[in-house]
C-alpha cells in the first residue's frame, strides 16, 4: 500500500501530497451574490477549507454561459456548465464530460429531494460520491397550513417543495442505499429521520450541524447592555415565508401592552429572489402602515457589516424568527442569534426545535402572532428568566461544532470514501 502523507496539522487530518484526494464540489446556482446564504453557506465553509487543504479542488455549479464558465470567488475555483440534473441529451454529455476531465477521486454533492426526479445522472459518474442533502421535508398538510395568501405569495419559493412530492420514495431509498453514495450528510437530526422514514440506512446518515459565525461571538463579547427600551429584533430576508409579517403582527399587539417599546427588523437582501423580496417588502410595508407602527420601527435594509449587525442584534432584548417554512435545511440565523446570548423565540419547524430544546429558547407554532405575544409578555415580566435562556443558548452553541471542526468530519468522511474505493485498493 502506498504510504500515506497525510499528518497532523492543528489537531486535523491535512490533504497534503494524499494524491489520490482531488475532490470535486458539485452545488446548483453557486455564485457570488449567494454564497453567504444556505445551503450554499454551508458549502462554501467546505469548499474554502478543502481549497486550502488541495488547490486542486474545484467546486462545479450550473448557468453557463449565463455566467463565466471559469471563475474565482474568493479562494474558490468555479467551473460551470449548462445544467447538472439534465435528463439526457447534450446537457447531459457536457456535464459527465466535465466530471471526467476533473477526474476526482471523490464528489460532494449538494442533494435535495427534488434531485431524485433525474436519478439517472447518478449511475453514470463512477466516482464515490458524498450527498449532502440540504431539503427539508415537508408533506401536503404543510404546504394547505400556509393559508392561499401565503402559498401564491410564496410560489417561486415553495415550487421546489410542491415538485418533491411527486418523488416515489422507494427511489430515494434505492439510490441512497445504494454503493453510488457512500455517505449521505445532513445538517440537523431531522432531516436524518425525514431519510430513515423513507428507507434510507440510519448508518449511512451523519449529522454534521453547520458551524457558528465567530463574529456573532465577538459581538456578544464586546456589546453593551440593551437601553430601557424595550427592544425586538427579526434578522433575515424580508419574506412572509420566514414570518417576518408575523413579528409586525405580534409587536402591534405587544406594544398595546408595553409601549416603551421598538422592533428592529435588520433586512438582508438575496440577489436570486430579488424580485420576490421586493414585492414582499411592499407587503411589509403596507402592514407596518396599516398598523401604526412606522414611528417604533428601525428598519436596516443591506446596509451593516456583518460585525455591526450582530453588535445591534445583541443590544436588543429578544430576537423572534417565526418560520412558517424553512426553504433549506439549517437557518443559521437562528444559529447566529442564539450565539449571542439573546433569547430567541422562533417556530416548531423542520429542525429549529432540536436548537432551542433544553430551555435554549422558545417555540410557538408557524402563524401564531398571539404566541409569540404571550412569550414576549412572558420575558418581559420576567428578566431573570429571559437572562438565563440567553445564557444558556449561548453556552450550547460554545459547545458546538465551529466551522473548521465540522470540516474536519466532512474531510475524515471524504478520506473513508476513497478509501474505500475497490480503485483505490488497487492503485494502493
Known amino acids: 500500500?502506498?504510504?500515506?502523507?497525510?499528518?497532523?496539522?492543528?489537531?486535523?487530518?491535512?490533504?497534503?501530497?494524499?494524491?489520490?484526494?482531488?475532490?470535486?464540489?458539485?452545488?446548483?446556482?453557486?455564485h457570488k451574490g449567494n454564497v453567504h446564504q444556505q445551503p450554499r453557506r454551508?458549502?462554501?465553509?467546505?469548499?474554502?477549507?478543502?481549497?486550502?487543504?488541495?488547490?486542486?479542488?474545484?467546486?462545479?455549479?450550473?448557468?453557463?454561459?449565463?455566467r463565466p464558465k471559469e471563475q474565482k470567488i474568493e479562494e474558490l475555483h468555479i467551473r460551470r456548465v449548462s445544467q447538472i440534473h439534465a435528463l439526457f441529451g447534450k446537457k447531459r454529455k457536457e456535464f459527465l464530460k466535465e466530471i471526467e476531465i476533473l477526474s476526482p477521486s471523490v464528489i460532494l454533492w449538494t442533494i435535495g429531494i427534488t434531485s431524485f426526479l433525474r436519478p439517472g445522472v447518478f449511475k453514470q459518474i463512477g466516482k464515490p460520491i458524498i450527498g449532502i442533502y440540504t431539503s427539508p421535508h415537508y408533506g401536503l398538510f404543510d404546504?394547505?397550513?400556509?393559508g392561499l395568501k401565503d402559498f401564491l405569495r410564496n410560489l417561486p419559493l415553495l415550487a421546489v417543495h410542491i415538485a418533491g412530492l411527486a418523488v416515489p420514495r422507494i427511489i430515494v431509498r434505492q439510490i441512497l442505499n445504494s454503493q453510488m453514495f457512500y455517505r449521505v450528510i445532513t445538517e440537523s437530526r431531522a432531516a436524518k429521520e425525514g431519510l430513515t422514514k423513507m428507507g434510507v440506512r440510519a448508518d449511512k446518515i451523519e449529522v454534521v450541524l453547520p458551524g457558528v459565525d465567530n463574529r456573532s461571538l465577538v459581538a456578544a463579547d464586546n456589546s453593551s447592555e440593551p437601553s430601557n427600551c424595550f427592544t425586538?429584533?427579526?434578522f433575515g430576508p424580508p419574506l412572509t415565508l420566514r414570518g417576518a409579517d408575523t413579528v409586525i403582527e405580534a409587536f402591534a399587539r405587544f406594544k398595546q401592552e408595553v409601549s416603551n417599546s421598538k422592533l428592529v427588523m435588520l433586512y438582508r437582501l438575496d440577489l436570486a429572489v430579488q424580485k420576490i423580496q421586493k414585492s414582499h417588502q411592499n407587503i411589509l410595508a403596507r402592514t407596518i402602515k396599516k398598523m401604526g407602527l412606522a414611528d417604533d420601527l428601525e428598519i436596516w435594509v443591506d446596509r451593516m457589516s456583518r460585525e455591526d449587525m450582530f453588535a445591534r442584534l445583541k443590544n436588543t432584548n429578544i430576537i423572534v424568527l417565526p418560520f412558517?417554512?424553512?426553504?433549506?435545511?439549517?437557518?443559521?440565523?437562528?444559529?447566529?442569534?442564539?450565539?449571542l446570548g439573546v433569547p430567541v423565540i422562533t417556530t416548531r419547524v423542520d429542525?429549529?426545535?432540536?436548537?432551542?430544546?433544553?430551555?435554549?429558547?422558545?417555540?410557538?407554532?408557524?402563524?401564531?402572532?398571539?404566541?409569540?405575544?404571550?412569550?414576549?409578555?412572558?420575558?418581559?415580566?420576567?428578566?431573570?428568566?429571559?437572562?438565563e435562556i440567553g445564557l444558556r443558548a449561548?453556552?450550547?452553541?460554545?459547545?458546538?461544532?465551529?466551522?473548521?471542526?465540522?470540516?474536519?468530519?466532512?474531510?475524515?468522511i471524504s478520506i473513508e470514501a476513497v478509501q474505500?474505493?475497490?480503485?483505490?485498493?488497487q492503485e494502493s
Open 420 to 425: 474505500s474505493n475497490p480503485s483505490y485498493r
Open 232 to 234: 425586538a429584533a427579526y
Open 351 to 387: 429542525g429549529l426545535p432540536e436548537l432551542v430544546n433544553g430551555g435554549r429558547g422558545i417555540l410557538v407554532h408557524p402563524n401564531r402572532p398571539e404566541e409569540i405575544v404571550e412569550q414576549m409578555l412572558l420575558l418581559y415580566r420576567n428578566p431573570n428568566l429571559a437572562k
Open 1 to 30: 500500500m502506498q504510504e500515506d502523507t497525510s499528518s497532523e496539522i492543528g489537531g486535523s487530518v491535512y490533504f497534503g501530497a494524499m494524491r489520490l484526494l482531488k475532490v470535486c464540489v458539485i452545488c446548483l446556482n453557486f
Open 143 to 146: 404546504l394547505i397550513r400556509l
Open 42 to 66: 454551508y458549502i462554501y465553509e467546505i469548499t474554502k477549507r478543502l481549497t486550502r487543504d488541495n488547490p486542486n479542488t474545484v467546486l462545479l455549479t450550473d448557468a453557463f454561459p449565463r
Open 394 to 412: 449561548r453556552g450550547y452553541i460554545f459547545q458546538q461544532p465551529n466551522w473548521d471542526q465540522m470540516y474536519d468530519k466532512i474531510k475524515r
Open 324 to 339: 412558517k417554512m424553512v426553504s433549506s435545511d439549517m437557518p443559521l440565523t437562528v444559529l447566529e442569534a442564539l450565539s
